[in-house]
């Protein structure tokens, strides 16, 4: 595979170079060098120095003033370089002939200017991000970054610019370009979904690129994902596009394309968040209203992504409306929201403020009184999120964003000790969990044609538990004991990504940043009666420094091809050893016809993390760690073959896609881990394996008419091998699903009116049960030695549960009032109650053997209230 | 109304999380019945096999002890044939296992199932001292127990700590008569790793909690003071000499393994959630656990001071 990589590598570099050769005819007489002494020059002072020193011949035209002065450093420079610098090459271009070097005007055709600025969202001033900027003359085109800002270069007589986002109103500027200029787009929201200018997406061939196994909901695909629980989640709503999936009833979790929840990189604003889930993982961490756009790639990945090796989910939270201030409150069945948007200071500066907060907490213990229960349960779940936006000037961007989320559970336990006469006894359990992060980041435009972003991060992951023992003495508790645990990561990040537009035909990405990573697996205090006892041992902590670059060009080759080619250079640095990898990615496409896009992309990606896991739940207490001397990075190699068209200008569009994958590398608890001792590096616990993903994807969408939606059915087989696991045979996965099959529908009945509907199916997941009953020893009796019959398996994940399939409804009710909107929405979770396997287990007697299906939840109606103003 | 909206409230939240299970029949696939053995033999001990054969589920039940087996202990050149004895096991009086020496087992039942295992059998350690003890500022309810052994420099030796009460009623010369049972010792001895601490976590944290064996790798050729409690709770009566019995054996590493496999089976079947986990087995293509281990029974006679 290594050498496989290595052939890749030269076959990229022989590409880039071929491609940079083929654009430029380098002469030798451009190569040599000229003495320049430190003075101010007229240009024809400086094209005789030039003749004399080089025995060449300047020819040039009379538009060309030879009398302008120019400054240039003392020194030794090649004559390239110096007519780069005194030539304006936007309007006079030069050749080379023989021994004669010919300065001539541009044509018309050639003269380009470069048109920058950002594009916004018109009543609330939101950074629209990837909004389409097309030339229809020039055939060229680009899309909005991250941060909405965007940069084309075009012929100056370009006469037509047509702007363009989904679910806004298609702009058409009318340009008449002197020069370099600035123009901000404001584009306004309209009733109906727009369709994007079919026309100049298909000029603009390098914009298809970005839709390689990538997927983009912005605000109003957002708002149509039906609310599980009362909460319309975001992964929820991602779970139902083709080659992704839930990792189990219920979950947020994402398994995308057989890659394990933690194979995932989740941005929220550029932070890498480590754990997403509240409630064991029912609900992400994320509040839908606060969050503006989310792009999730499932393979052919730019090379600006990497450090995970599945997918990237990059959310944008957003910034705040710049003119007014708007907000919203929510109450469902379980929890609160609430949003506060506007400006600090108008045009200038923004802020952004979102708090959601569970009340089973407060209901429960009101609950547990009147039911004269003495036993004491708190559970509740909350998050807040607050970002600053700033413009300095023109130029120049602050953003300041804060995210702290997490879930909390106590339990307390009152019970008799041994016997009523005695005493009492108090059992306290504690659990705590999530995640802080926070980030600055600085935009900064040096030029027309270069953008860039610096990042400072700091985010921290965090579980705690404490659990403590008490008798009742007199009439107070006394302490006997008391245990507390803590596990966690603390990042600490500093980047920088530069984005050049240096022609219609590039776009050219490339950055750094190094990660500094703190892993506490394990912290424990107990304290005893009186005595405190630490565990030195358990509480160290792992130190690792994770560092990369990247560049990468998204060119236009052909009116009909274009590709984006990039090279990724990772490494960290864990303890004394270093792992490096260089990581080529490769995405093409070829429009074949009017409007059929054939699709390739290759990706090959590290990751530097691993988080093992006991359970088949994506639960808190799993833990992450970094690679060491022993351990290696999980690495992977992605081929996507995609075709997709659009009819009826957009109105549906039919994709498919195929993709096959080898990760290596991914750790399973090993078999007899149990018997590596607690203090010991956890890579003696530990064994590695290799998986093997391959499946076609196919996916309808409708997107605009009344009724819209999509049908999306995924065929994949995942496969898993240890050495060490399963006598040496392959295995299924546990996230292998042969048959996955989601369609939804949404209907506006008015504006007032509207309903969903979702159906999900997905084909049952291997699971391993124990089907050998065996008589074993028991090797702490004294005594009897023999245990009860335990049971054994033979096989992992020989068997298969029983399908998934559930119907989702929703109903919206939407009204105007005097000061805003006031929203009802209704929805019922798996409406015909069908018991969804969670579990299985084996139960019952000799001769009388059942496998037993555990659901974890039936039908379930809920309710959400909203207000916005 | 309070009542009746807290109720309502709960009702939704019940049907929205109610766990429910429903049946299936075991996959007709067709699983063979193999053999267990288990043979757990100490030093100066014989040697007794169990063989039995795996219930597949789906298949017949089979119930009983396989006595027409032919097992075979071997070490070095020596070759010994167990025969079946009226306990159901497979045994032999020609030898007793020796500390430090390699032995082998191998099962074959009617030249169809055949099982090889090796096992080395620990060396003993002596014990130099065994008591109980209460500190001021402990507990009411423990009582505390030291061991001091001297641990063996020249190999890596593997503990497994056992307890038990034996209650002596005496009712007379001629009517004298025991009465004992097995307790759970628990200990904050960094040996243990913190799996015998008394812990009521509701997500085990660790699926070793309970596990009783350890290694010297923290002592290794030391003397060490082992210190561990039990609860006095169990100790209640005046009537009857109570003793406490500690098996403080030396074990060999795979029955280290088979232990805390033992421990991780029996906590993982209580979390559903949790992988599945087999019994480590050093039969490599049955199940079942040849080991050895090298007795050290401690008899520490209670003081009435030490009941509660």
Redesign the interface.
Known sequence: MRIARYVQIIFLFCLITKIVLAQKDVSNCLEQSVDISSRTYSLKELFEEAELQLGIKFSYTNKLDVSKKVSLNEGSASLENVLNRIIDLKRFKYKVRKNKILIIPLSEKEIKFTIKGFVFDAQSSESLIGAHIISPLSMTGTVSNSFGFYSITLPAKSSLLTLSYVGYKMKVLNLNLKGDTTINIFLNREEELSTVNVLGRKAANMNNLTGLSTFELNQADINKIQAT?GEADLFKGLQLLPGIQANTEASSGLVVRGGSPDQNLILLDDVPVYYVGHVLGIFSIFNRDAINKVKIIKGGFPARYGGRVSSVCDIRLKDGDAKELHGDFSLG??SAQFNLHGPIKKDKTTFHLSFRRTYLDL?LG??LK?AKVKDDLRYFFGDVSFKVKHKINPRNQLFGSIYYGGDK?R?T?YDDF?DEI?GKEK?K?K?GWGNFTSSIRWNKIFSDKLFANTSLIYSKYRFI?T?E?A?KKNSSYVS??R?D?RSGITDVALKTDLDYRPSPYHSIKSGAGVTFHEFIP?K?T?V???NI?R?R?NRKSYESLEFYTYVEDLMQITKRFSANVGLRFNGIKSGEKYHLSLEPRLMTNYRIGKDINVKLGYSSMSQYLHRVT????T?P?DIWLPVTQKIKPIESDQLVLGISKPFQKNKYKVSIEGSYKITENILE?S??F??A???DSWENKVTPGKGRYSGIELMMQKNRGNWTGFMAYTLSLSKWHFVDLNKNQKFYSPFDRRHSFNINLNKEFSKKLSVSATWIYASGAPT????????????????F???N??????QRNA?RM?PYHRLDLGIKLTKQKKKGTRIWEFNIYNAYWN?N?L?T??S?N??D?????????????TFRYTYKF | M??IY?IS??S??F?????????????KEH?E??L?I???VGVDSTVNV?V?Y?????GQ?YSGFIKDAEVKLVSGTSEYRLQFNDNNLFTTNEVKMEGGRDYSLIVLHKNEQYAFADETVPHAVKVLEADTFRND?????ILKVKIRFKDNAQMTDYY?L???LRFTYDEGAANEYHY?Y?IQPFS?D?VF???L???????E????AGS?VF?D?RFNGKEKELNFYVLR?GIWTNSAKVDL?V?FNTIS?N???????????NN??K??????????SNFRTQ???FAAYSANRLVIPLKAEDKI
């Open positions: 629980f069945l379980i209901l009101p609950v009147i559970l339990l336990i041994y005695s059992s359990n659990f538990s659990d023992y008798i006997q004991y245990q645990f394990g424990e107990y005893f009666g009186r006892s565990n041992e006991k359970s088949i739940l639960l207490i608890f078999q007899n149990n018997a001792y607690y203090n391993t049960l124990q089907l050998q009953n065996i008589q074993a020893v028991n090797p702490h009796a004294t005594s030695p023999f245990s019959l335990i049971r054994q398996y033979e068997y029983s018991n396997p579990y287990r084996v019952g000799s001769g053997y059942k496998i037993k299906q555990a659901s974890l939840v039936g039908m379930i109606p | 309070k009542l807290y409230y709960l939704i939240l049907v929205a999380f109610i766990a429910c299970e429903t049946e299936h029949n075991i996959p699983s019945p193999k267990v288990n043979s757990l169990n039995t795996s219930n597949p589920l789906n039940p500022g402990d507990p009411e309810r497994i056992n307890a038990s004992e097995d904050q960094p790793e913190h799996h601490i008394e812990s009521q976590a509701l997500i944290k660790n699926l070793l009783r290694s790798y709770e019995i098996f590493k029955y280290f393994h088979y232990e805390r496999s033992y421990v991780m089976y993982a079947k979390l559903p959630f949790y992988k599945k986990v087999n019994l480590y199940f079942g656990i």
